[in-house]
């Protein structure tokens, strides 16, 4: 695929502006500051809606690659990007990055987390269209809600709340209702994508416990280095599809590697430092109405009514629990 010389730098200067937008992130190290996870405050809000903007062009991103590359190879490329970008920011911020031995076994299992998760996402992926994947992955809040119940202090699930959960569970029912009837055969691709939200949900706890002890740097070192050494070993092993280099693969990777691994998971894990995981999740509300419309548009995908009630389900059941969980503020 060929462009103009615009075209082609236009997503490098985006990541550009990435990494200065790092840069301004507070110091995790930083003084004065409450002990453990909070209620989102109406900054912190903004800047978390901004970041489902950007969550919301993944998935298109992701299956706009996966026409160049196969899955486990786009993985390990994509973080090889995102490391980039984090080592810049630690540098930056001159936070520590060699972990010690006693946070050895937390990150260990971080990153058994991060690339059984990312692994089911990139191969649902390619079996199911972006706009299943979008609806399906935006559940992962409600699981982070039902986890956080359980396991961190504070976080409890209320009755509405509940029926919130229950109702964005419908809207994933009816999507997969109309895999179930589709000539596409994309039913695996949406179960892979739902188990991916649920193991996304668990790492977003996991990240928002571990946080508290261990520096965020070394959480996302953890997961890019394990995280290329794994998908590049196992694309070596059990990929054999050919790869092509085009502009449309770059750009993919970039957006990928530096705006979501690597701004994205930076931005995500400080908030999740310092506000509680149910309530930073939560506010992805507009991930699933960006991630269609873009797939409408880049990927050019149907919008079907079936996919529109499942989407309209899955948004008043999260926006019912988020009003819950505010309604506790």
């Known amino acids: 695929m060929t462009g ?24 995790s190290d930083g003084g004065d500051e409450a002990e453990g996870p909070q209620q989102l405050t109406p900054s912190a809000t903004g800047f978390a809606a901004f970041l489902a903007a950007l969550w919301g062009g993944n998935a298109v991103a992701i299956k706009a690659g996966l026409n160049d590359a196969p899955p486990l190879r786009l993985a390990w490329m994509r ?8 080592i810049i920011w630690a540098l930056w911020t001159k936070q520590p990055i060699r972990p010690t031995r006693s946070e050895l076994r937390p990150l260990g299992w971080l990153a058994l987390l991060f690339v059984t998760q990312i692994a089911f996402m ?9 706009s299943h994947a979008v609806v399906i992955n935006t559940t992962f809040p409600l699981w982070t809600g039902v986890i956080s119940h359980f396991v961190v202090p504070g976080d409890r699930m209320s009755p509405v709340r509940t029926i919130g959960t229950l109702v964005a569970y419908g809207g994933v029912v009816v999507v997969f209702s109309q895999s179930l009837g589709s000539s596409e055969g994309t039913l695996l691709g949406d179960m892979l994508m739902l188990g991916s939200a649920v193991l996304l949900a668990a790492r977003q706890v996991y990240t928002s416990l571990t946080a508290q002890s261990v520096a965020l740097p070394k959480l996302l070192l953890t997961q890019t280095v394990v995280g290329v050494a794994f998908f590049l070993i196992a694309g070596l092993v059990l990929e054999r599809d050919t790869w092509v280099v085009s502009q449309r693969l770059v750009m993919s990777i970039l957006y990928q590697g530096g ?3 690597g701004f994205g998971f930076i931005g995500n894990m400080w908030l999740l430092k310092h506000y509680l995981p149910s ?5 992805s509300l507009t991930t699933p109405v960006w991630g269609v ?27 019912l629990s988020q009003w819950s969980a505010a309604r506790r503020m």
């Open 293 to 319: 419309l873009l797939a409408n548009v880049v990927l050019g995908e149907a919008l079907s009514t079936t996919l529109f009630a499942g989407l309209a389900l899955v948004l008043v059941g999260s926006a």
């Open 79 to 86: 973080f090889v990007v995102g490391g980039l970008i984090t």
């Open 279 to 283: 309530g930073v999740t939560a506010i």
């Open 4 to 27: 103009t010389a615009e075209e082609t730098t236009a997503p490098i200067e985006k990541v550009g502006a990435a990494a200065r937008l790092i840069a301004a992130l507070p110091n």
């Open 122 to 130: 990139n191969i649902g992926q390619d079996h199911t269209t972006a």
């Open 259 to 261: 705006v979501i691994a």
